[in-house]
Nanobody, 127 residues
Framework: QVQLVESGGGLVKAGGSLRLSCAASGLTFSNYAMGWFRQTPGGEREFVATLTWNSGLVYYAESVEGRFTISRDNAKNTLYLQMTKLKPEDTAVYYC????????????????????WGQGTQVTVSS
């Protein structure tokens, strides 16, 4: 049974930082491209960042580039999202997702392209 479990969310003031983690189990983590998405109430699931299985290719949404850093540790089966200079508009539920793919040159920015999802973790940024 595949499980992706996010953690690290919380309440932070604007300008602050948070680090999200996504622990994967039940799959061969290094066979998966991984991504982070976020969703606000009534909103669509929005792409945040993604990286290939070996971290060789990384891609960010324009709204977070330069502030967020996606990374992974294949030995620990864990995906990370370091978020800095947080803004109130970053408030959302953050989800990690996995796509079975070891291609070194492809990444995925649409939530429907992913195979597995976590349950989400709430990030709230106060002004």
């Amino acid at each position: 049974q595949v499980q992706l479990v996010e953690s690290g969310g919380g309440l932070v003031k604007a300008g602050g930082s948070l680090r999200l983690s996504c622990a994967a189990s039940g799959l061969t983590f290094s066979n998966y491209a991984m991504g982070w998405f976020r969703q606000t109430p009534g909103g669509e699931r929005e792409f945040v960042a993604t990286l290939t299985w070996n971290s060789g290719l990384v891609y960010y949404a324009e709204s977070v580039e330069g502030r967020f850093t996606i990374s992974r540790d294949n030995a620990k089966n864990t995906l990370y999202l370091q978020m800095t200079k947080l803004k109130p508009e970053d408030t959302a539920v953050y989800y990690c997702a996995g796509k079975l793919d070891r291609a070194p040159h492809r990444f995925y920015t649409t939530w429907m392209q992913y195979d597995y999802w976590g349950q989400g973790t709430q990030v709230t940024v106060s002004s």
